[in-house]
């Protein structure tokens, strides 16, 4: 009897010794690895590559990474922090924020009527419509009146849907941002106390 065990008996043992903790655990260590080889060529940077052409090619300074804990528009105005923030969203796989917010920004900057046209299906299609690619979470009041400024779009056709989302990151993502690994390892490369450029 005892060696006669079923398929599924032994299916059932090999699934009670895998706890969910131990899964957390490894998506966990997952998650750490894919920003730390994101950020690898980024930290790699050395800080006297800087030029007056090109003053952001150097690390944060701890005053920038700083600056990054008090406020999310302190750090999505910050090159180097909103990339930070960029990965640290891929880990949670959830950058469709950052992406629709930028690409909003970048909506908001078109003059020519044909531009604001073209980017405003481009969007829609991208982000709102059902089934989109990189679907953001809207209501449908929202989507509703987004469809509709598409007949003729203006620079504020997306503002509403920009509110809703950066609102949704600031109480959401952000916190874990700032109580994340990723930004305890940046405070420690602004303080050059870092080995993550190391292989």
């Given at each position: 009897?005892?060696?006669?065990?079923?398929?599924?008996?032994?299916?059932?043992?090999?699934?009670?010794?895998?706890?969910?903790?131990?899964?957390?655990?490894?998506?966990?260590?997952?998650?750490?690895?894919?920003?730390?080889?994101?950020?690898?060529?980024?930290?790699?940077?050395?800080?006297?590559?800087?030029?007056?052409?090109?003053?952001?090619?150097?690390?944060?300074?701890?005053?920038?990474v700083n600056q990054w804990a008090q406020s999310?528009?302190?750090?999505?105005?910050?090159?180097?922090?909103?990339?930070?923030?960029?990965?640290?969203?891929?880990?949670?796989?959830?950058?469709?924020?950052?992406?629709?917010?930028?690409?909003?920004?970048?909506?908001?900057?078109?003059?020519?009527?044909?531009?604001?046209?073209?980017?405003?299906?481009?969007?829609?299609?991208e982000f709102i419509q059902s089934e989109a690619?990189?679907?953001?979470?809207?209501?449908?009041?929202?989507?509703?009146?987004?469809?509709?400024?598409?007949?003729?779009?203006?620079?504020?056709?997306?503002?509403?849907?920009?509110?809703?989302v950066y609102n949704l990151m600031e109480n959401?993502?952000?916190?874990?941002?700032?109580?994340?690994?990723?930004?305890?390892?940046?405070?420690?490369?602004?303080?050059?106390?870092?080995?993550?450029?190391?292989?």
């Amino acid at each position: 009897m005892r060696g006669n065990l079923s398929a599924s008996t032994v299916s059932m043992a090999f699934t009670d010794c895998i706890k969910p903790t131990d899964l957390l655990l490894e998506k966990r260590a997952m998650t750490k690895k894919n920003w730390r080889n994101r950020f690898r060529v980024l930290l790699k940077t050395n800080p006297s590559q800087t030029t007056p052409k090109n003053p952001t090619s150097c690390r944060p300074t701890v005053d920038d990474v700083n600056q990054w804990a008090q406020s999310l528009d302190k750090l999505l105005s910050h090159k180097y922090g909103k990339t930070a923030f960029c990965v640290f969203l891929k880990s949670e796989f959830c950058e469709e924020n950052i992406e629709f917010w930028t690409a909003c920004e970048d909506f908001k900057k078109l003059t020519s009527r044909r531009a604001l046209v073209s980017k405003a299906n481009s969007i829609y299609k991208e982000f709102i419509q059902s089934e989109a690619p990189k679907e953001i979470n809207l209501d449908f009041q929202t989507k509703n009146a987004i469809v509709q400024s598409l007949k003729d779009p203006t620079s504020t056709s997306f503002q509403a849907a920009q509110k809703r989302v950066y609102n949704l990151m600031e109480n959401n993502s952000y916190p874990r941002f700032i109580s994340s690994d990723l930004y305890s390892e940046l405070c420690a490369v602004a303080r050059g106390e870092s080995k993550l450029i190391k292989p």
